[in-house]
T-cell receptor, first 113, second 112 residues
Framework: AQSVTQPDIHITVSEGASLELRCNYS??????LFWYVQSPGQGLQLLLK??????LVQGIKGFEAEFKRSQSSFNLRKPSVHWSDAAEYFC???????????FGAGTTVTVRA | DAMVIQNPRYQVTQFGKPVTLSCSQT?????MYWYQQKSSQAPKLLFH???????NEADTPDNFQSRRPNTSFCFLDIRSPGLGDAAMYLC???????????FGPGTRLLVL
């Protein structure tokens, strides 16, 4: 079954530094991939998605992600983080057998001043 | 703005006392989902409606039920909440089954 893996449980980054969150997927064909962000006590907000086409996807809040088929990855990046980027980040893939979202375990991002 | 709305944002109930959580959407999406999310975990799908068709996950306890009286509203009923049901409950919608899901702000349920 299609799934995603987020290898990093927790990342700490300094404000103004760059951020990269890793996501690896298992899927035979071209997957439908998503990144969501969840602030404490809030719902999930869609940052960006990839269905097809340009492999570099731009999202909201200055985030981007790159789909790399050769590495089965869909890593999320931001060149300069803000304190408000402290949150939980989830990578997800739509499963082809039942069209349901399969989430990674999430990566918690802490931003230090 | 079109959106997914959940009420209440916080709900406190007693052990065994039935509780209903509400979700509404102005997106006119065909599919509505209910997820349970426990602390530091990914959301777990409980069930979803594709129009009026109800789809239950195999491991969703019988204690959890859902109703969708019309396109805009969907309810989650917990018949006899246990302490283990304390969690964040997230509603989401999508145009179709494999399309982007849009989430509401969630309802935090506390069981005393």
């Amino acid at each position: 079954a299609q799934s995603v893996t987020q290898p990093d449980i927790h990342i700490t980054v300094s404000e103004g530094a760059s951020l990269e969150l890793r996501c690896n997927y298992s899927y035979g064909a071209t997957p439908y991939l998503f990144w969501y962000v969840q602030s404490p006590g809030q719902g999930l907000q869609l940052l960006l998605k990839y269905f097809s086409g340009d492999t570099l996807v731009q999202g909201i809040k200055g985030f981007e992600a790159e789909f790399k088929r050769s590495q089965s990855s869909f890593n999320l990046r931001k060149p300069s983080v803000h304190w408000s980027d402290a949150a939980e980040y989830f990578c997800a893939v739509v499963r082809s057998n039942d069209y349901k979202l399969s989430f990674g375990a999430g990566t918690t991002v802490t931003v230090r001043a | 703005d079109a959106m997914v709305i959940q009420n209440p944002r916080y709900q406190v109930t007693q052990f065994g006392k039935p509780v209903t959580l509400s979700c509404s959407q102005t997106l006119n999406h065909n599919v509505m989902y209910w997820y349970q999310q426990k602390s530091s975990q990914a959301p777990k799908l409980l069930f979803h409606y594709y129009d009026k068709d109800f789809n239950n996950e195999a491991d969703t306890p019988d204690n959890f039920q859902s109703r969708r009286p019309n396109t805009s509203f969907c309810f989650l009923d917990i018949r006899s909440p246990g302490l283990g049901d304390a969690a964040m409950y997230l509603c989401a919608t999508s145009i179709g089954p494999q399309e982007t899901q849009y989430f509401g702000p969630g309802t935090r349920l506390l069981v005393l």
